[in-house]
C-alpha cells in the first residue's frame, strides 16, 4: 500500500527528497510518517503528521534540516532533506497508522546513503 | 521524550520453548483517554517491521495466538508460548502515546 521512492548516494551537505505514495496518505484521520533504520541497528522516527493531519514533529536529530509535507492531489508523502549528514544513511521507511498510536503499514524503504 | 528499554537485547531460544521480551517506558504511557498506546512489531531479516499488537494486548489479525501482549504503565511484556523456526527475527516496542513516537532498541530472537 506504500511505496518509498527517492533515496540514493549523496555527498555531505547535499539534499534529497524522498516520496511516499500510497491509498489513504490525505485522509487527515490517520497519523503518517517517516521512520528510519541504520544499517544492521534500530528503528527510528523520525518525522510525522499527528491525526489531525495539520500538526506535524521532528526528532531532535533532523530538526531543522528535515521537512515532511504532503500532497493531497497526488496521494503522496515527502520528505525533504537538507544539510545530509553520514549519520543520516539509513533506510527510510513511511509508515501510517490503522487505528490510533499505532503504526500499521509500511513501505519497503528507500535506501539513502550520504558520503562523499 | 518517551525512552523505550528493551531486554535482553539477544534472546537465544529452543524451538518449542516459550520466551519473553520485557519493555519499559520512561513515562507512564496512558494517554488522557484512558488507553495504553503501546505496540509491538517483529521484523524479519531483510523485511519491513511488521505489526503484531496495539494497545498492549489487542493481537492485529492473522498474528498467531502463540504471541500476546501485557503490561500496563510503564511496564509491558511479549511472551511467545512456543517459538518456532518463523519466528526469529528482532522484534521492537513502540509507544504511540506520547508525541514523538519512540521505539525501543529491538530484541534479536534467534534459535539455540
Known amino acids: 500500500q506504500l511505496v518509498e521512492s527517492g533515496g540514493g548516494l549523496v555527498q555531505p551537505g547535499r539534499s534529497l527528497r524522498l516520496s511516499c505514495a500510497g491509498s489513504?496518505?490525505?485522509?487527515?484521520?490517520?497519523?503518517i510518517h517517516w521512520v528510519r533504520q541504520r544499517p544492521g541497528k534500530g528503528l527510528e522516527w523520525v518525522a510525522g503528521?499527528?491525526?489531525?493531519?495539520?500538526?506535524?514533529g521532528y526528532a531532535d536529530s533532523v530538526k531543522g534540516r528535515f521537512i515532511i509535507s504532503r500532497d493531497n492531489a497526488r496521494n503522496s508523502l515527502y520528505l525533504q532533506m537538507n544539510s545530509l549528514r553520514p549519520e543520516d544513511t539509513a533506510l527510510y521507511y513511511c509508515?501510517?497508522?490503522?487505528?490510533?498510536?499505532?503504526?500499521?503499514?509500511w513501505g519497503q524503504g528507500t535506501l539513502v546513503t550520504v558520503s562523499s | 521524550d518517551a525512552v523505550m528499554t528493551q531486554s535482553p537485547l539477544s534472546l537465544p531460544v529452543t524451538l518449542g520453548q516459550p520466551a519473553s521480551i520485557s519493555c519499559r517506558s520512561s513515562?507512564?504511557?496512558?494517554?488522557?483517554?484512558?488507553?495504553?498506546?503501546l505496540n509491538w512489531f517483529q521484523q524479519r531479516p531483510g523485511q519491513s517491521p511488521r505489526h503484531l499488537i496495539y494497545?498492549?494486548?489487542k493481537r492485529d489479525s492473522g498474528v498467531p495466538d502463540r504471541f500476546s501482549g501485557s503490561g500496563s504503565g510503564t511496564y509491558f511484556t511479549l511472551k511467545i508460548s512456543r517459538v518456532e523456526a518463523e519466528d526469529v527475527g528482532v522484534y521492537f516496542c513502540?509507544?504511540?502515546?506520547?508525541?514523538?513516537?519512540?521505539f525501543g532498541q529491538g530484541t534479536k530472537l534467534e534459535i539455540k
Open positions: 509508515g501510517k497508522d490503522l487505528r490510533p498510536g499505532d503504526l500499521f503499514f
Open positions: 489513504g496518505l490525505t485522509y487527515y484521520e490517520h497519523a
Open positions: 503528521y499527528l491525526r489531525d493531519g495539520e500538526r506535524v
Open positions: 513515562q507512564s504511557l496512558v494517554y488522557s483517554d484512558g488507553n495504553t498506546y
Open positions: 494497545e498492549v494486548s
Open positions: 513502540m509507544q504511540g502515546t506520547h508525541w514523538p513516537y519512540t
